[in-house]
């Protein structure tokens, strides 16, 4: 699904990614754990094409094409999806419609015809109710007035309209409410199938209790320096990030 | 060496021809005379602070024949009643008009149709000298006209001068919904200048949406004197889409009470274009609201000009009187210089204003882009996004799909330039 060689990552002459591995397969769930200032959101930033991250080395592999060279908008085409960590509010852009443009680009460049009104506003129905996404929240302005844990289903929500191959939720968990957390994963975990992957970017243990990953890596100044099942997020979470980093020659 | 100050309006107007309309001697008898003793005002004079007549003053205007054009693709609505100018020429009429409605054209016109109009400045002094065409709008008491009535002034031809002069006398309890459009084609270092009077009787509802869509190099300045009698309700709606130099002078005096006044704009610029609104709203009368929302987008070299002001007479109590600017600067070389002004002299009244400059959220059009939408499809989104309130004002579904469909060209055609 994805290969990851090697990435170098800068930004504004910073080096942020050092030489990150990473292998992911179809149908498959990986953690990326790690203490702040790490890496992590660096790499979903990169993944999904942030143009103020300067990649000075390396080469990703998506599904069979050259990641690195495309735009922000024609790797979400070729079924990348990132759920922010910080949804952004845009008033006066209606979610609804955004969403109908968005997944009519998404399957023009799959070949396929767009999606009718009706069938959208039914695809609407079905998958808001998979984060219990209250129908009304759909068609207000994006993520404008929307809590925390809305915010956070609308992303959730929008994976969902959108079918991504591989989804990368960036600190996910950060802000929910037990509640909100066990809804969010609740909709993750009806998403996967085996022809689709997700990376988990989270600083804490918790969310994987409701998510179960195939692996988890620990990525620690700017490469993976530890990989594992999931067994690793709970000896991490006991342990501590300095294990870790004392147990990694600079 | 420069011409003495005196000369150069009169350089600018010497070939130009007299005025065609047939106007009232109360407004042409005084005006040669003031003209004569006038200039191009400098930017030492409030108005024109910011918008420089350097370039204008050095054009050498000279009428051209006008060439063939499809009038129909000019037409921003289809179901209207059409009138289109092109240049000194009106070449189509609506063959029919819904009862209650005149429309008189050119040399129809007689001048006692005209009625009294205010015009000062150099800008409105030169429509009455020269006022080539127009028409005068008649709706009669208690008509509500069906469809919009839509009027189109094409300037034709480079160096063609244009001043068009039209009435609107809009009835007792009247309600119409008038477009208004003004495109060129052709154009290099063309002039338009188009004035409008405007009279609002008794409990009468008037939306005018006026669109300027001037492609090319055309100068254009336009000017619309308003006059509202009690109980009446106007929306001007002014959308600056396209036009390297336009300037707006809007006046409207409410000479009634319980009136009420909604003056919009939004301004879409690129390039080294230009765009100066100046409105004035006078409250002569109390217990009346006016509203005032100015939008601009500016990019690459443009820039804008807001002064809005607002008089509140001294028996002219609870006015409520609101006034707001809002831009989105896409270019760091883009400029706009926005100047509210109240001069108020009741004492119970509620006055507000602002002004607000800023930029376009890039965060937001990453997190769109990272949804499958084009660069361009989601800059066009949060524009449009950011100019909605003041496009919701205009109250023709169809003219709003047209300003929609403009700025979706307008957007594409921005970023192919970049490439």
Known sequence: MIT??????????????????????????????????????????????????????????????????????????????????????????????????????????????????????????????????DSKLASRSV?????????????????????????????????????????????????????????????????????????????????????????LALELEEKGYDWIKNNTPN | MEPVTKATLQVFRKKLSPAKLLLPSSFIDANEKELIEMDF????????????????????????????????????????????????????KSPDLPKGVSIKIGEQIGATDWL???????????????????????????????????????????KQPNFWRNQLQHGNGAKADIHVGYFSKDAIDSYSNVHWSVFLKENSHLIMTKIQNDGDANYHFSTENISQLKDSNFTLNTLTLDGSFVRNDVLVKVEGENCETHLNGAYIMKENQHVD???????????????????????????????????????????????SNANVLLSNDAAVNSKPELEIYADDVKCSHGSTTGQLDEEAIFYLRSRGISEAAARQLVVAAFMQDVFLKVASNDLKSYIYQQLAVRFDLYLQDKD
């Open chain 2, 41 to 92: 005002p400098n930017s030492r004079q409030e108005a024109w602070k910011y918008t420089r007549l350097n370039r204008v003053a050095k054009i050498n205007l000279e009428s051209t024949p006008s060439s063939i054009i499809d009038w129909s693709s000019y037409l921003m609505v289809k179901d209207a009643y059409n009138f289109v100018f092109q240049n000194t020429e009106c070449i189509y």
């Open chain 1, 4 to 133: 990851i060689k090697d990435l170098h990552a800068s930004i504004e002459g910073k080096p942020i990614l050092k030489g990150l591995n990473l292998t992911v397969k179809a149908g498959e769930i990986h953690a990326i754990m790690g203490p702040n200032g790490a890496g992590k959101s660096t790499l979903a930033s990169v993944l999904a094409g942030r143009e103020e991250y300067e990649i000075t080395q390396g080469d990703v592999n998506f599904n069979g094409v050259d990641l690195l060279p495309l735009s922000v908008e024609e790797r979400a085409r070729e079924g990348l999806f990132l759920a922010f960590q910080y949804p952004v509010e845009i008033p006066g852009v209606s979610n609804i419609n955004f969403l109908r443009t968005a997944l009519n680009e998404i399957r023009e460049h799959k070949g396929e015809k767009g999606i009718s009104a009706k069938d959208f506003m039914s695809l609407v129905r079905e998958k808001s109710a998979l984060v219990e996404l």
């Open chain 2, 277 to 323: 609104n100046h409105t004035t709203v006078d409250h002569i009368f109390p217990n009346c609201n006016s509203y005032e929302l100015y939008k601009g987008v500016m990019d690459d070299k443009s820039t804008a000009v807001f002064n809005g002001k607002v008089f509140v007479r001294p028996n002219a109590q609870k006015i409520n009187a609101f006034q």
């Open chain 1, 143 to 231: 993520n404008e007035g929307f809590s925390g844990g809305e915010k956070k289903r609308n992303e959730i929500f929008q994976m969902a309209m959108l079918n991504p191959i591989l989804s990368i939720l960036d600190e996910t968990d950060s802000g929910l409410d037990i509640d909100a957390l066990r809804i969010v994963a609740n909709g993750v975990n009806q998403l996967k199938t085996d022809q689709n992957a997700t990376i988990i970017i989270t600083h804490y243990q918790r969310l994987l209790d409701y998510i179960i990953p195939d692996f988890v890596h620990v990525l620690y100044d700017g490469k993976i320096v530890k990989s594992g099942g999931k067994d």
């Open chain 2, 116 to 158: 009294s109009s205010i015009n000062e400045g150099h800008v409105a002094k030169l429509n009455v000298a020269h006022a080539q065409n127009g028409c005068v709008i008649n709706i009669s008491d208690g008509v509500q006209v069906d469809k919009p009535i839509q009027l189109i002034f094409i300037s034709d031809g480079p």
